[in-house]
């Protein structure tokens, strides 16, 4: 396979993702965010706690 045609594939796959538009509905990215900001938190918190000694 030559590097044109891997190329040509490449731009037809990505012309098609264009008009699915790439993102569920149902997914928000702010509540995304949020949730994973809060579990990051959650898991700094049970970090903290097993290292009192320090």
Known sequence: ????STAA???TLA???????????SLSP???GIG????LM???W????FNRDR
């Open 1 to 4: 396979m030559s590097f044109h």
């Open 9 to 11: 594939q490449l731009v």
């Open 15 to 25: 012309a098609e993702g264009e008009e699915h538009g790439g993102n569920h509905a």
């Open 30 to 32: 702010y509540l995304t």
């Open 36 to 39: 994973a900001f809060a579990v």
């Open 42 to 44: 959650l898991l700094l």
């Open 46 to 49: 049970i970090t903290t706690r």
